[in-house]
């Protein structure tokens, strides 16, 4: 910088003219991003929920996996017991609540 004052000046007259024109604007529909009127949106949600509610809480390939580990004489691994009962031991041990 050269020490000379640098000022900006503002035109607040062309910001208010830009802001009080006398053309009103047009109203334009709202959508939602795949282009469905606003309003369908609250019918849109009930289906969503009807649908959802009608999902089975159980999962044939997670259950079928399930059987699969239960019946893997190895799991869990040695490993993963050892480290699960030093966790659980140090938890106990450190009094915290949330064991």
Do not use: H, W
Request: glycine share 4%; hydrophobic share 35%; net charge negative.
């Amino acid at each position: 910088m050269d020490g000379s004052s640098n000022n900006m000046e503002i035109n607040t007259k062309m910001v208010a003219a830009a802001v009080s024109s006398s053309t009103p604007a047009k109203r334009r529909s709202v959508t939602t991003g795949d282009s469905a009127p606003v309003g369908d949106s609250f019918a849109s949600s009930t289906a969503l929920e009807v649908a959802l509610n009608n999902i089975s809480a159980v999962r044939p390939e997670a259950v079928d996996r399930a059987k699969d580990l239960i019946a893997d004489p190895n799991y869990p691994s040695a490993d993963t017991v050892k480290k699960l009962s030093e966790f659980f031991a140090n938890k106990m041990q450190s009094n915290d609540p949330l064991c």
